[in-house]
């Protein structure tokens, strides 16, 4: 079996390179001694249409630049079904661009101070670079991820909006309140994840999934049925009635609360249930989510109080003791 020199990594903040902490990203390709290059795609508080996308271009450039199937291990850690994206060639034109993602007024100094830490040689992509970085390169990382539109291919012509349901900005207030609903973002989740697993499976490359947490195939944000916009432009959404799925009522698709790949139990949705059955859970890890092991099992804490992005032993830990006896265990890959 050949061993993989390059790793490509995708997810949202939580595997974000960088970043405030380092992700589980940096700890696999510094523990893999085979790994040579990296390519890390995650970008935060993107959807999963998004990460599919970055990941699957950052494969076929890869292949441009003479890497083989063989060559690669994708890693991916999946994110929320209610973070949504509209492409438009001119959505800059329609709608006032939120505020940098999670950062606010803190952002210049948060961007020095994150080039700063990782200016040793460690793990890096360049975005506006074709080919693959070398690990021993010794180049700094370019900040190019926290800002809203994002791109697959051009960051020159960035036209996918991202949106979460909690920002204030008039495209995401618009789309949550016309667009959105909970069948639908998780009907697109399975999708997103088939689309993936399937592209890497048709190749032949080397893979594990993720997820971040518990909203990756459950919704709690809000919809357009029973929600309207508010006058209040602090308060974005105003429930009218009770929600169908929220966080204290039964969810679109259940999990049996001990085991986390478990067949689902509760069918409420045939246009879910299968696509969600076809998803192969044997290249899942054998955790809940990320956020699930580190507050659960690691014995390392969060860095910081309020904030819920694993620190970086917690994700050090979390690369330890789970991806890399699935890797060793699943490929023979240490």
């Excluded at 390059?6 to 390709?29: A, E, K, M, T």
């Excluded at 100094?109 to 070398?134: A, G, W, Y």
């Excluded at 390392?300 to 330890?320: C, I, L, N, V």
Aim: hydrophobic share 30%; charged share 25%; with cysteine.
């Amino acid at each position: 079996m050949t061993t993989p020199n390059l790793f490509i990594s995708g997810g949202c903040s939580y595997s974000q390179v960088p970043n405030r902490d380092q992700c589980w990203p940096i700890h696999v390709s510094q523990e893999l001694s085979s790994i040579r290059y990296v390519s890390h795609t995650g970008h935060g508080a993107v959807g999963n249409d998004i990460i599919s996308r970055k990941l699957i271009s950052k494969i076929l450039k890869a292949e441009e630049e003479g890497y083989k199937p063989e060559d690669m291990l994708v890693g991916v850690v999946w994110s929320g079904c209610d973070r949504q994206s509209h492409y438009a060639e001119n959505s800059h034109l329609n709608y006032h661009r939120s505020n940098p993602i999670g950062l606010g007024e803190d952002y210049a100094n948060f961007r020095f101070e994150i080039e700063r830490e990782h200016v040793q040689p460690t793990v890096f992509d360049l975005e506006d670079k074709e080919m693959c970085s070398n690990v021993n390169s010794g180049i700094n990382h370019t900040y190019q991820h926290a800002m809203n539109p994002a791109w697959i291919r051009d960051h020159r012509n960035p036209n996918y909006y991202i949106m979460n349901p909690h920002w204030k900005d008039e495209m995401t207030t618009h789309y949550f309140e016309r667009f959105v609903n909970p069948a639908k973002a998780v009907i697109e989740t399975c999708e997103h994840i088939l689309r993936t697993q399937w592209f890497l499976k048709s190749k032949g490359i080397k893979y594990f999934f993720s997820e971040y947490d518990n909203d990756v195939f459950r919704y709690f944000g809000p919809h357009s049925h029973g929600y309207s916009r508010t006058d209040n432009k602090n308060d974005t959404f105003k429930p009218e009635s009770p929600l169908p799925y929220s966080r204290d009522s039964e969810c679109i698709i259940y999990h049996d609360s001990h085991t986390r790949h478990d067949d689902i139990r509760h069918k409420i949705n045939p246009e879910i249930n299968y696509l969600y059955d076809a998803i192969d859970k044997d290249y899942f890890l054998p955790v809940e989510t990320l956020q699930d092991w580190v507050t659960d099992v690691s014995i390392y804490t969060h860095a910081r109080e309020g904030d819920p992005h694993p620190s970086t032993e917690q994700h050090k830990d979390f690369t330890q003791q789970i991806i890399l006896p699935f890797l060793l265990e699943k490929y023979n890959i240490q």
